[in-house]
Every structure is written in C-alpha cells, then in structure tokens.
C-alpha cells in the first residue's frame, strides 16, 4: 500500500475525482476543481491509498466540510477506505500521514466532522463539540487533532 499526496501523482487527478465522486456523491467537477486548487496550495490537500495502482481508501483537507463553524478550520474530509480493504489500518495510516503532512507546512490542529463514534479516536482525535452540517437535520460530531 501507498499512500500519495495527489500533488505528487497529478495523473491520478481524474481517477481521484471520480473515485471520490463515487463514494460521496459530490460531482467529479468539484473534486477536481479542489484537487487543481491543490496544486498551488497547503489546503486544500488531497490524498489516496493504492494497493497495486486501484485506489482503495482517499481523503482530502479543506476548509470547510459542510457545517456553521467556519472557525474550525481546517477540516479532514472524505476520509473512504474501500469495504474490501476496511480493519487493516489503512484509515489509520492515511490519517497519521496527513496530520503530518500538514503538520510540516505548520498546520498543527485539525478538525473532522462525522457520525462515527469510537473510529477516530484510535488514532489520536479527540471529541471537540457538536456542529450543525449544512441541510441536516440533526448536529454531527466535530473532532479535533492537535
């Protein structure tokens, strides 16, 4: 497995797109607009995991993932492993390389939103508060890595 900034990879751009796009139903457009922004920024950033050239688990760094507190910036988001490739520490490890990564270009605190509870925790988030997601219904869990 290899994890890869897709600013290393920038042929991988349409296939990360379209993998994203797949998984959550953002179009591809968007994912590629944020991906070529990432190009010529620290955030947004964009990463994938390959395991014999498929990707098979991505995540991205944006300022904002959806939700009121435009304070919390910024946000892991899309963070996918593919079904198949799920309890092996993929999500672990892509989590553990972008905090890192972001950590060198001086972004030391980061913020995620999700429904999970117990997941992130392993690997060093922290339940920060309740945020309200833009068209939902009920407040999501914010974390916090620092």
């Known amino acids: ?12 751009k349409q296939k990360a797109a379209e993998w994203f796009n797949s998984k959550w139903g953002i179009s591809t457009e968007a994912y590629l607009e944020s991906i ?15 395991v014999d050239g498929k990707i098979v688990a991505g995540a991205g760094v944006i300022e904002n993932d959806f939700h009121n507190r435009k304070d919390l910036t910024p ?12 309890s092996r520490g993929i999500a672990g490890r892509l989590l553990d390389y972008i905090c890192a990564d972001m950590k060198s270009h001086g ?36 974390y916090i890595h620092r």
């Open 1 to 12: 497995m290899f994890i890869v900034k897709l600013i290393e990879r920038r042929d991988l």
């Open 36 to 50: 070529e922004e990432s190009f010529s920024a620290v955030v947004p950033s964009w990463y994938v995991c390959l």
């Open 75 to 86: 946000n892991v988001c899309a963070v996918y492993t593919d079904a198949e490739y799920r």
């Open 107 to 142: 972004i030391e605190t980061l913020y995620l939103l999700t429904d999970h509870t117990g997941f992130y925790e392993r690997y060093g988030w922290e339940f920060f508060c309740m945020v309200q997601g833009d068209g939902e219904e009920e407040p999501s869990r914010m």
